[in-house]
């Protein structure tokens, strides 16, 4: 198995005109150790996106390049009712970015903060994750970021 997980770096933000490639940046959904994920949409179609941004210029750091490289390609070649599209990658000033399916509703942290959960809701939650993280580790990749706030609870 290999995993996927990058050292901890000096964090920057997006460009100053807020957008990355086509996509403009609505806000933030959550940061890394070296990579912010922004809500997006495309500027020409307001395709809803989660874009993720490494933090790093990567032109001296040509290991870190190639991790995300395959973990963009691995995201790409996963497929599921539960695991998100990718949409686009690219780059900007010299840090790589990938645009994936924005799913919408919360996250499972922001749902156990409201209530706590049926025995049902939680068990058809299980196997939902657990579907999500086989087809991931059928790549021969482990998540190592599994978390309440990292698991969205898309709208039925």
């Known amino acids: 198995m290999q995993y996927l997980s990058l050292p901890r770096m000096r964090r920057r933000t997006i460009p100053r005109q807020g957008s990355v490639g ?14 912010t994920v922004y809500d997006a949409e495309h500027v020409h179609t307001a395709t809803p996106a989660a874009v993720k941004v490494l933090d790093v210029d990567l032109g001296r750091q040509p290991d870190l390049r190639r991790r995300f490289e395959r973990e963009v390609r691995v995201m790409a070649g996963v497929t599921g009712p539960h695991v998100p599209r990718v949409l686009d990658v690219g780059e900007v000033r010299r840090r790589p970015y990938v645009a994936m399916e924005r799913l ?4 499972l942290a ?6 706590p ?11 939902d994750l657990l579907a999500a993280v086989a087809a991931v580790h059928r790549h021969d990749v482990v998540h190592r970021d599994i978390k ?9």
């Open 104 to 107: 919408e509703g919360e996250t």
């Open 110 to 115: 922001a749902r156990l903060d409201r209530a």
């Open 117 to 127: 959960m049926s025995i049902e809701d939680v068990i058809g939650l299980a196997h």
């Open 148 to 156: 309440p706030s990292n698991v969205p609870l898309a709208r039925p």
């Open 22 to 35: 086509p996509w403009r940046v609505r806000g933030i959904l959550g940061r890394g150790a070296v990579a």
